[in-house]
């Protein structure tokens, strides 16, 4: 109410900026947000979608004269979140580090973020995809050790998001690459490897009994029926990938 007096009459040479933070402005039913609305330019700046942010990372690092490969920042998106000040202050890190027009490498990424090129996420996925029980056993294990980086509850979440891809690929037979890609919500044929991978190691059957799986291990990290394991918290995830690879 003190600011809406001058925002009728604001002056003509002053630039006065107001960042209306945590949630959204009411610039429509309110007397100042009328006023503001109409002799002022109104920017809203929503919070990026997940799906986003390895693009967000990607234009980040060009802008410094950097290049990703579309992998590696979908790693660094699934490491450190959606918030954009923390995300770009570990570009500015990198870029310090790397030298301009070059391509940031997955160990430039681990030196200077701390992301393990070797146990994360996508190479738990291309292991379960492959069906490489030595291999998924050894990140099973270092998630287990890690668990606050690493918790079963997102490593459950990051697997059902990608088997649930893997089933809707079984449903895409017959259908164009575009066509595909479209119904696995995906950027390029690029990241469609890994998912044909495990197309081929799992029937429509089996990736359902997945599903299934992850749904059920999904409850017990959250304490759903969770005693009747009879594990500790951390064994979790490698009593998951037995049930899966076997």
Not at 110 to 120: L, P, V
Not at 128 to 157: D, Q, W
């Amino acid at each position: 109410d003190l600011l809406k007096a001058y925002f009728e009459n604001p002056v003509k040479t002053t630039i006065l900026v107001i960042s209306y933070k945590h949630k959204a402005f009411n610039k429509f039913n309110t007397k100042f947000g009328k006023t503001i609305k109409a002799n002022s330019v109104v920017l809203d700046s929503k919070p990026l979608y997940d799906n986003k942010i390895p693009d967000w990372i990607s234009s980040y690092l060009k802008s410094k004269k950097l290049t990703i490969k579309p992998k590696s920042a979908a790693l660094i998106g699934e490491y450190l979140g959606t918030d954009l000040s923390k995300i770009s202050n570990e570009l500015d890190k990198l870029a310090l580090n790397v030298p301009a027009g070059s391509e940031v490498t997955d160990d430039a990424i681990e030196q200077n973020i701390g992301i393990s090129k070797e146990y994360n996420i996508f190479e738990f996925q291309k292991a379960l995809a492959g069906r490489n029980v030595l291999k998924a056993n050894r990140i099973a294990n270092y998630f287990a050790a890690n668990e606050k980086k690493h918790s079963p509850v997102m490593v459950t979440a990051m697997l059902h998001g990608f088997f649930a891809k893997v089933y809707l690929l079984h449903h895409s037979r017959g259908k164009s690459p575009a066509e595909v890609l479209k119904n696995l919500g995906l950027r390029s044929d690029w990241f469609l490897k890994d998912y044909k991978l495990a197309a081929s190691n799992y029937s429509l059957g089996k990736t359902e009994n997945v599903l299934n799986i992850l749904k059920e291990y999904d409850l017990k990290s959250k304490g759903v029926d969770f005693n009747s394991t009879g594990s500790a918290d951390g064994a979790l995830i490698k009593e998951m990938v037995y049930r899966i690879i076997h």
